[in-house]
């Protein structure tokens, strides 16, 4: 049987122990618990659309799981959040950070340097007991050590390799920065034509190297077929340095002349 948090449980009757706090700028709208509970206080309501208003009661609300990725280790992570309603304005909070603020420690809720952290390692386990205040750096630290992100020395960067028309591999670069450089060309057209194998970037074909070698057979027949649509270099194009009266103007000359050389026949 899946397990249930504290936090999923919507009974209004309190779990062991249980405290509860309004919630700092929400006084007389919502509470929360020493388990990370979440509780509509009864309130009289007036809908700005309405006259009259109506009461509430108490309701244990359930929150929902905010997702993060680490590409490191190409996993998903989650922490508790909720949204708050105010004068029809909609508050997203970390559960876990009021928790804390509320049953442990005070902290400045709105510094982002500031995070909180789980004594067992689940995010969804928001019982105070459970919760560490840490910081970026001290996070950041502790993931190194266990492996779940690179060190800031270490390049994340891919190598890329680049090749010529016909499919020929020409060299290979370290990173798009060093191809730029190279070629003395944009890299951010380097990094569209490696992340989009129909287009070239100076001239040339672009793959991350740990990719299979390129087939520019389906890409060069798009590109000739487009060369069948261009106009040929012996045709001759719209001059808009010339006025759009002096093009009339030269026009009706045309067909005036043309009709005295029809009359003189």
Same mark, same amino acid.
């Given at each position: 049987?899946?397990?249930?948090?504290?936090?999923?449980?919507?009974?209004?009757?309190?779990?062991?122990?249980?405290?509860?706090?309004?919630?700092?700028?929400?006084?007389?709208?919502?509470?929360?618990?020493?388990?990370?509970?979440?509780?509509?206080?009864?309130?009289?309501?007036?809908?700005?659309?309405?006259?009259?208003?109506?009461?509430?009661?108490?309701?244990?609300?359930?929150?929902?799981?905010?997702?993060?990725?680490?590409?490191?280790?190409?996993?998903?992570?989650?922490?508790?959040?909720?949204?708050?309603?105010?004068?029809?304005?909609?508050?997203?909070?970390?559960?876990?950070?009021?928790?804390?603020?509320?049953?442990?420690?005070?902290?400045?809720?709105?510094?982002?340097?500031?995070?909180?952290?789980?004594?067992?390692?689940?995010?969804?386990?928001?019982?105070?007991?459970?919760?560490?205040?840490?910081?970026?750096?001290?996070?950041?630290?502790?993931?190194?050590?266990?492996?779940?992100?690179?060190?800031?020395?270490?390049?994340?960067?891919?190598?890329?390799? !680049?090749?010529?028309?016909?499919?020929?591999?020409?060299? $290979?670069?370290?990173?798009? #920065?060093? =191809?730029? /450089?190279?070629?003395? *060309?944009?890299?951010?057209?380097?990094?569209?034509?490696?992340?989009?194998?129909?287009?070239?970037?100076?001239?040339?074909?672009?793959?991350?190297?740990?990719?299979?070698?390129?087939?520019?057979?389906?890409?060069?027949?798009?590109?000739?077929?487009?060369?069948?649509? !261009?106009?040929?270099?012996?045709?001759?194009?719209?001059? $808009?340095?010339?006025?759009? #009266?002096? =093009?009339? /103007?030269?026009?009706? *000359?045309?067909?005036?002349?043309?009709?005295?050389?029809?009359?003189?026949?």
């Amino acid at each position: 049987m899946e397990r249930l948090y504290p936090y999923q449980h919507t009974s209004l009757e309190d779990l062991p122990e249980e405290v509860w706090k309004d919630i700092p700028g929400f006084e007389g709208y919502y509470q929360i618990s020493t388990y990370g509970r979440i509780k509509s206080v009864a309130r009289y309501i007036i809908r700005c659309t309405q006259r009259v208003g109506f009461w509430t009661k108490d309701k244990i609300m359930v929150p929902y799981l905010s997702a993060g990725h680490n590409r490191f280790l190409n996993q998903t992570t989650y922490r508790v959040a909720i949204k708050l309603y105010k004068d029809n304005k909609a508050y997203p909070i970390s559960v876990s950070r009021y928790v804390y603020a509320l049953f442990v420690e005070e902290f400045d809720l709105h510094n982002s340097e500031h995070i909180i952290t789980y004594q067992d390692g689940d995010s969804q386990n928001t019982h105070y007991a459970n919760l560490v205040l840490t910081t970026q750096k001290q996070v950041h630290k502790t993931c190194f050590a266990k492996k779940r992100r690179l060190a800031p020395n270490v390049s994340t960067a891919r190598s890329i390799t !680049q090749y010529d028309l016909s499919g020929k591999k020409i060299a $290979t670069y370290p990173t798009v #920065q060093t =191809a730029s /450089t190279a070629v003395k *060309h944009s890299s951010k057209r380097i990094y569209r034509a490696v992340k989009d194998h129909s287009k070239l970037a100076a001239g040339y074909y672009w793959r991350y190297q740990d990719l299979p070698d390129i087939d520019v057979r389906p890409y060069e027949k798009k590109r000739k077929r487009k060369k069948k649509h !261009q106009l040929p270099p012996d045709m001759p194009t719209l001059d $808009t340095n010339v006025s759009m #009266q002096a =093009a009339i /103007t030269e026009t009706t *000359h045309e067909i005036s002349g043309t009709a005295a050389s029809g009359a003189g026949v």
